[in-house]
């Protein structure tokens, strides 16, 4: 069984911390807690384990797509690998090369 990955360059450090501070005050905003390190773990492993996402088009997303990214991971993913499940895709991923 391969290990989940969570391993960040500096640059994409400093996305995702920005990306996990909007969404905690997106859900706090919405009545509900979002813990900053179970954001940080869910859109991590998401980018390293088989979803890259683009974070500068993440962070920078309006409300609506912001939370269907962020939630939408915090929903589907498979906290084992990292993998999302049910047909999920975030709009902010990467394009993939057909």
Known sequence: MTKIRFDVNREDALLIDKIVDRAVEAAQG?????????????IAACHRNGTPLNLADLLAADDFNFSHDVFGIRRHIDRRTGKLLNHFWPRCAMKVAA
Not at 30 to 42: P, V
């Open 30 to 42: 919405a009545g509900w807690e979002y813990d900053a390190l179970d954001a940080r773990m869910d």
